[in-house]
């Protein structure tokens, strides 16, 4: 059981430059969330999906745009990296029932720089 | 708009001894939960403990215990016969019934002394 996995583990971008992040799970949840961290800042929330087919924003979503391409993967894409996107990036995904307090499992991050 | 504040940027303690991480919360929910997560070097996020707000008793988790004191807003995390392998970055989490995003803290880093 693989729980969540992320792809890449590390990427190196250059100013200008796309990339999506990669995230799946094997848990069947209804929930999954992409949060960035920063020294200092613990984890922030940029976009969650509820449930397969809707997407909401979070805390910091501004230059970030995601997919939740079926049940199980949920993408994270830069459309035109900025060295402030530097940052790990890390899936969750919980799930999801209503009136369930659940915990979220997290995937084991990216580490992306953007020079 | 909930937050957390974990005022402890960093704490030490002896192997083998105890330690409390604090932490507080602001929330205008009634139905909400709380968590404590690891972070060890290897950056993954460990659940440690968690804490539905409506339950009075407070949870454990064999070495791991907490405090939850509802009305002053503040859920701190005691670790008992401290081990080498506690030493992590620890993260206070709060989040919502029917909305589980969560609201996490800047996190305290644990160093285990030898």
């Known amino acids: 059981n693989a729980g969540v996995t992320q792809t890449p583990k590390f990427q190196v971008l250059k100013t200008g430059q796309s990339m999506t992040l990669q995230c799946a799970q094997d848990m069947n949840h209804n929930s999954m969330y992409w949060y960035r961290q920063d020294p200092g800042m613990g984890l922030r929330l940029i976009y969650y999906s509820a449930s397969e087919g809707t997407t909401d924003k979070g805390e910091v979503p501004n230059g970030y745009n995601v997919s939740r391409l079926n049940k199980r993967e949920f993408s994270l894409r830069l459309e035109s990296a900025a060295p402030s996107q530097t940052s790990v990036y890390f899936c969750?995904?919980?799930?999801?029932?209503?009136?369930?307090?659940?915990?979220?499992?997290f995937g084991p991050g990216t580490r992306l720089t953007v020079l | 708009a909930q937050t957390v504040t974990q005022s402890q940027p960093e704490m030490s303690v002896q192997e083998a001894e105890t330690v409390t991480l604090s932490c507080t919360y602001d929330t205008s929910e009634s139905d909400y939960y709380l968590f404590w997560y690891k972070q060890p070097p290897s950056r993954q996020m460990i659940l440690v403990i968690r804490?539905?707000?409506?339950?009075?008793q407070n949870a454990t988790e064999n070495r791991f215990s907490v405090n939850f004191q509802k009305a002053a807003k503040s859920f701190s995390l005691k670790i008992s016969d401290s081990q080498l392998g506690d030493a992590a970055m620890y993260f206070c989490a709060v989040g919502n019934f029917g909305n589980e995003k969560l609201t996490f803290g800047t996190g305290t880093r644990l160093t285990i002394i030898p």
């Open positions: 969750a995904s919980t799930r999801g029932l209503a009136g369930v307090a659940d915990t979220q499992y």
């Open positions: 804490q539905e707000a409506y339950k009075q």
